[in-house]
């Protein structure tokens, strides 16, 4: 025995002089950290504490009576030591049914090891993808002044203009003192969640529940504290957030009590308590200038937590949270609680079926993640119809959209078209815009295609007249209206933006159609909102600025019944909500329309710097350096380069449209080139007939023929007809055998010149034969040749004009025309 | 023995002629034809005329008795003698055997007028001689001239029928039957009369030749009127075709004009056939007006160009093998008449006078044995000089033949080629041209980009001319890796 506790002590003593923490984590830097785990994995001999204290729980009975101590025994494979010590306390046992009981025991907690070494390795894998937003782990973000920065950055003018969301401002404020010995308090109690036992001879500590608290409370104390909240309690709480009650109980509606996952909903109340206090402590003076969406962070307190290095505290203008920055360990199913082994595989009940498209966030693990936590979603005002959706969508949160989302233009994308994005180059020249009706003093220059005459007069509501052929737009601004003339500028200028690039006297708005007349007016309005809402004219109430913007429509697009929005469940809401609109667009301090023209809002003055074109050359571009202002300018340059920059204007050879502006300019007639040249059929060719027994035979014909006999068989018959001379003989014999002789002489000559000359015949006759084959190719050829001819001859006669041709064309093109 | 056998011999003639023994001069079918008027006013009929002076003449003389003198007059085989002539195998068997082929029914007609004549004359020569109980020496001895003199024409009437070049040497020789003529206008050499007739030609379609008008008279001869009735046909059919496409005319000038082609001759279309005629000899001074105004036809008359024509009456398609046998013969008698060399020559045939004098001088001093030695140089040189003009002959149209006719078929590919090739090159037509316009037009627009570069560089290079040598041929000299002449050459004088 003493040998043995020696050599236990030896063991226990080796084991202990193990890096310290061996089984602590957090020590150390991420590698110390990650080297632990991985030997932890492999280390089969000393098990975790929840596994020891687990093991027991489930294999001992009567026969075997197990103790904590004996299941790291049984996995260093000391069985004897085992059965001794059970024999110890139920006498005698069978050392084999002992020995065969260690064994379950070891193998008992080697599954749950690994279960639990599972469970870490996903929990290292997710944490593996969620590092902080740039990219390096473990290190201080500073958010507040990162984000702003990237949204200037990335943002052109009309961006900012045309956003309907409020942007979130953000500040930073200091943390008070007050707050510290709350911070300790809470840096107690997680401390206090570490287990640490000695049963089983070796000091084990367990850091399940500190994990847990950290992943319960990573959010948000008050996150917590809304689950299981129906929606009229946290609208009745919202109302009076500085009376925000606290409550809480251990046992507050835990889903998961029971089962093994319940440290997923356990709470810690003394945990909330203490963050409720800090938050109550939080400089709310400093809150004032914010928006109701507005937030204030914090700098992050680091915590003090044992065995965690990277635990921190992060508060928030409205919440309150602690986070583990790499969260390396996940919170691992409760093996045991209070005694009693949890069994897995013991599932909460089932929740109810939800209604379609209403359910991914009802499922109990689909609950827990990123997708299905507490969304802020912008008031959905026009509770209308449901949304109606694809079937096969997936639906988190949605409000019917408002006005139609098509925009029509006049060709091409027209980038940056609406909005301002330039900062004005010439103020004098925009200074040249008075309050009264200027007409012709105004031209829109060479560098745009339109100018705005601004003027004052006493209508209802703005209005926008059609372009003159002169290139003005005048624009009429009144002071009775929902909006001040501020606002009424903006919203008109946008639809002269919408004017600026049509021809001359094209109708803005005729109000025929439904959808148009939306699609027109919904987007000046939603600039003009957007105006009013930076300028906080709109904090008073919740209306958002796309509401604003669809309210409004419907206003303007008077010949339809809620044109833009379409009819309200609740019309008398919809109008006591369009009382509180005007309400709050009302405003003691708006300049009269006089000043609000001479001393034009900087944003109508980028506006109208924007009517002008941005690459004409000559003409000057000047905007603010962001990401967003390149692409808009280079954006239009290349619309315009498309669009304007021909030969021809008015004839894109980009699109396959012809003529595409009404007013085109002076082309000259298509001078049918070549129209009527034909090409000529290319039609067989054939051989010429060859007869070459109808040539021997003319051949032997005319042989025949010369002597003066017809075509005899065989030829030679015809050669020499003594007959002719013996018939007719001469006076003397003499004479007439002289005569014979040269008779023959004669016919030969005749004959042989007739042979000799075959090579010739046939020559000529083949040449003929040839020529004829060729003749019919050669005369298509040719007239091939003359085509090509006349087509080159006739390319190179085209007219070209000697002037530039204009794009708006009224008068009559005789110059043009050569 | 000799006499009566040619007697037989003169009986078989009256029987070869196959008329018998009429009692007037002369009978049958001859009767008929010299009814007919000849085609050949200037000349047939001319020689049938002093033909029948003479027999006139010949008429006149009174009986003569027979005389001792006239016993020794060998007036039988005088006779016998003149008729033995007509039996000309030269003329009758071989020359008229060609002429079968080659004449034409106005040609047929005239030389049957004037046979049909002779057989008159010979006619009257028997019935003379066999039937009168005297012997008229005069007679006889004037219609043997006649009769002669009517041979001597039917030779020359075969031999320069199609050839105005041909000239009757003997036509004004004065014959036995005719009176001295008296020098009219103190002319020293008479016209030369040349038998050729535009109607012996056969039928053009400008108008001349043995046509339907020509033809028109002859039409008691079997063998005329048939042929006449066959032209006749061809003729109506012809007619017919032209009135059938009488609209084509402005059709074809109309699409002409759309389509830019020329259009061709067409002032003959549909116009009526007027016949014309022309006749007698052509020399130069008037071939000009009368004829057809260019010299390039005189040369084809002094070549023979209506010696020979083009499709026999045979074959619709270009009779080659008479046209190469004439060739042949042509290319034979020039081989003949080749004058020989120098040391051959007789001083006469030297064309220079200085030569000609010194030949002569030499001449006087020459041996005779080396006169016969240069006639036999002559004899045999000129044979050589036969044989091989016509080895010549065998192989030039062999030879240059195929060029021609296929220059001919390429001519108008030629004439396309040309302008095509113009339009190619030229700077101011065609591809240049555009470029060069289009270039400055958009230069107009380009304004201070960098476009402006590469518009001048196009423009350099397509106004210099060495850049463009795809026409004559430049760009062909290369060798595999040196760089092309015209691209070094280009990029230099464009300046690129």
């Known amino acids: ?818 | 023995m000799r006499t009566p056998f040619l007697l037989a011999i003169g009986f078989c003639l009256l029987s070869f002629t196959g008329e018998a023994l009429a009692a007037s001069c002369p009978s049958g079918v001859s009767a008929t034809v010299l009814g007919i008027t000849p085609v050949s006013s200037h000349y047939t009929k001319k020689a049938i005329e002093r033909a029948e002076q003479g027999i006139q003449a010949a008429e006149a003389f009174s009986d003569v008795n027979l005389e001792v003198a006239s016993l020794f007059f060998p007036w039988l085989s005088e006779v016998t003698g003149a008729i033995a002539e007509l039996v000309d195998t030269e003329l009758r068997v071989s020359q008229e055997e060609r002429g079968f082929r080659e004449s034409t029914p106005c040609l047929f007609a005239d030389l049957l007028i004037l046979e049909a004549e002779m057989e008159k004359v010979r006619c009257k020569l028997s019935s003379e001689t066999l039937s009168s109980s005297s012997v008229n020496i005069g007679k006889i001895a004037y219609l043997k001239g006649v009769l002669r003199f009517l041979n001597e024409r039917y030779r020359n009437l075969l031999a320069g029928a199609n050839d105005p070049m041909y000239v009757d040497e003997g036509w004004h020789i004065v014959q036995i039957f005719e009176e001295p003529q008296q020098n009219a206008g103190g002319q020293e050499q008479p016209d030369p009369v040349c038998p050729f007739h535009s109607n012996y030609l056969p039928p053009t379609a400008l108008g001349y030749g043995c046509d339907l008008e020509a033809m028109g008279n002859l039409r008691s001869i079997a063998s005329v009127g048939e042929e006449y009735s066959s032209l006749e046909t061809l003729l109506a059919r012809k007619d017919e075709f032209l009135s059938n496409v009488a609209n084509l005319k402005d059709i074809i000038m109309e699409m002409n004009a759309f389509t830019g082609n020329e259009n061709p001759d067409m002032s003959h279309w549909g116009q009526a056939r007027v016949h014309r005629e022309k006749f007698g000899c052509i020399d130069s001074s008037e071939t000009a007006s009368q004829v057809t105004g260019k010299i390039l036809k005189n040369a084809l008359f002094k070549m023979g160009g209506t010696r020979m024509e083009k499709r026999g009456p045979f074959s619709f398609v270009k009779d080659e093998p008479t046209l190469a046998r004439e060739f042949m013969e042509m290319r034979t008698y020039w081989g003949e008449v080749r004058p020989q060399a120098d040391d051959f020559k007789y001083p006469d045939e030297f064309v220079a006078d200085a030569d000609q004098a010194k030949a002569e001088k030499r001449e006087e001093s020459l041996p005779f044995t080396e006169r016969v030695m240069r006639e036999f140089g002559r004899i045999f040189f000129r044979d050589w000089n036969i044989r091989q003009a016509r080895k010549e002959a065998a192989i030039v149209a062999k030879a240059s033949d195929p060029y021609l006719q296929l220059q001919r078929e390429l001519a108008m590919v030629r004439k396309e080629m040309r302008v095509l090739a113009e339009v190619a090159s030229k700077k101011d037509m065609g591809g240049r041209n555009l470029a060069r316009k289009l270039a400055f037009f958009l230069r107009t627009t380009c304004l201070f980009r960098p476009c402006n570069t590469q518009l001048d560089a196009v423009l350099k290079f397509v106004l210099t001319d060495e850049c463009f040598p795809y026409v004559d041929g430049s760009f062909e000299d290369t060798k595999p890796g040196v760089p092309k002449w015209h691209e070094v050459r280009c990029k230099q004088e464009a300046g690129l």
């Open chain 1, 1 to 818: 025995m003493t040998m043995r506790f020696t050599f236990m002590s030896i063991g226990c003593v080796s084991l202990l002089l193990l890096p310290a923490g061996a089984y602590a984590l957090g020590m150390g830097t991420l590698y110390d950290e990650m080297r632990m785990m991985t030997e932890y994995d492999q280390q089969d001999f000393v098990s975790e504490l929840p596994i020891q204290k687990f093991a027991p729980l489930v294999l001992g009975d009567e026969k075997f009576p197990v103790e904590e101590k004996h299941v790291d025994l049984s996995l260093q494979k000391k069985y004897a030591t085992v059965c001794e010590d059970i024999a110890q306390t139920v006498g005698d046992v069978w050392i084999s049914e002992c020995q065969g009981f260690a064994e379950q025991l070891s193998e008992l907690a080697r599954k749950e090891a690994w279960i639990r070494a599972l469970g870490r390795e996903l929990q290292l894998i997710a944490s593996s993808y969620e590092p902080e937003m740039d990219g390096h782990t473990g290190r201080e973000n500073a958010i507040a002044t990162k984000l702003p920065k990237a949204t200037l950055l990335w943002q052109s003018g009309t961006d900012r203009m045309t956003n309907p969301v409020d942007q979130v401002r953000m500040k930073q404020l200091e943390l008070p003192d007050t707050i510290k010995p709350h911070v300790q308090s809470i840096e107690r109690i997680l401390g206090g969640m570490v287990m640490i036992e000695n049963a089983g001879e070796t000091q084990k500590e367990d850091y399940g529940e500190l994990v847990a608290a950290f992943f319960r409370y990573r959010n948000g104390y008050q996150e917590v504290q809304m689950e299981g909240k129906s929606a009229a309690q946290l609208a009745g709480e919202e109302d009076d957030p500085e009376s925000f009650a606290y409550s809480c109980s251990n046992n507050a509606a835990n889903p998961y009590a029971g089962t093994d996952l319940q440290m997923l909903g356990k709470r810690w109340c003394d945990l909330e308590r203490e963050m409720h206090n800090i938050w109550q402590k939080l400089p709310r003076e400093d809150f004032v200038d914010l928006g109701p969406k507005d937030t204030a962070v914090f700098p992050v307190k680091g915590l003090g937590v044992p065995g965690m290095s990277d635990a921190v505290l992060w508060v928030k203008r409205d919440d309150v949270g602690i986070l583990w920055r790499m969260p390396l360990e996940p919170v691992l199913p409760m093996l045991h609680a209070e005694g009693t082994p949890v069994l897995s595989g013991i599932y909460p009940e089932p929740p109810a079926i939800p209604a379609p498209k209403h359910g991914i966030c009802s499922h109990p693990f689909a609950q827990r993640g990123y997708l299905c936590r507490k969304q802020f979603v912008e008031h959905c005002p026009i509770q209308g119809e449901e949304f109606d959706g694809d079937e096969n969508a997936i639906t988190l949160a949605a409000c019917k959209p408002y006005a139609s989302p098509i925009l029509e233009t006049a060709s091409g994308p027209d980038i940056c078209q609406r909005g301002g994005w330039r900062t004005p180059v010439d103020l004098e020249e925009l200074r040249k815009d008075t309050p009264a009706e200027d007409g012709n003093a105004l031209s829109p220059g060479p560098c745009a295609n339109c100018v705005v005459d601004l003027f004052c007069r006493d209508i209802s509501g703005g209005a926008t007249y059609k372009k003159t052929v002169d290139g003005i737009i005048p624009i009429a601004i009144t002071q009775h209206s929902i909006m001040d003339p501020r606002y009424i500028i903006i919203h008109e200028l946008i639809h002269a933006q919408q004017l600026c690039n049509l021809p001359p006297e094209t109708e803005i708005n005729p109000q025929t159609n439904r959808e148009t007349c939306c699609e027109k007016e919904y987007l000046p309005y939603l600039i003009a909102c957007k105006a009013t809402a930076e300028d906080g004219l709109l904090d008073t109430t919740n209306i958002s600025i796309e509401e604003c913007a669809a309210m409004l429509a419907n206003d303007s697009c008077s010949n339809w019944e809620y044109a833009c929005t379409g009819p309200p469940a609740d019309e008398a809401a919809y109008q006591k909500r369009m009382e509180e609109l005007a309400e709050a667009l009302k405003d003691e301090n708006a300049p009269s329309c006089q000043d609000a023209i001479t001393n034009l809002d900087g944003r109508a003055l980028s506006i109208k710097e924007s009517l002008r074109a941005s690459c004409r050359p000559g003409c000057e571009a000047q905007y603010e350096n962001t990401i967003g202002n390149n692409l808009c300018y280079i954006g239009q340059c290349i619309e315009e380069s498309l669009e304007e920059h021909r030969l021809i204007p008015g004839r894109v050879p980009y699109v396959t449209q012809d003529e595409a502006f009404p007013w085109d300019s002076c082309m000259n007639e298509d001078p049918q080139l070549a129209t009527f040249v034909t090409v000529p059929p290319l039609t067989r060719t054939f051989l010429p007939p060859y007869r070459g027994q109808e040539l021997l035979q003319q051949l032997d014909t005319l042989l025949c023929q010369m002597n003066g006999l017809p075509r005899l068989s065989p030829p030679i018959l015809c050669a020499f007809s003594p007959g002719k001379r013996l018939s007719l003989p001469l006076q003397t014999y003499f004479s007439t055998a002289l005569s014979l002789v040269e008779q023959d002489k004669g016919q030969i000559d005749d004959t042989a010149n007739l042979q000799e000359s075959v090579g010739n015949i046939a020559t000529r006759i083949g040449s003929t034969l040839y020529g004829e084959y060729l003749e019919k190719a050669l005369k298509e050829f040719s007239e091939l040749l003359r085509a090509a001819g006349t087509f080159g001859r006739q390319m190179g006669e085209t007219a070209f004009p000697t002037v530039a041709c204009p794009r708006n064309s009224t008068g009559d093109c005789e110059i043009f025309r050569e």
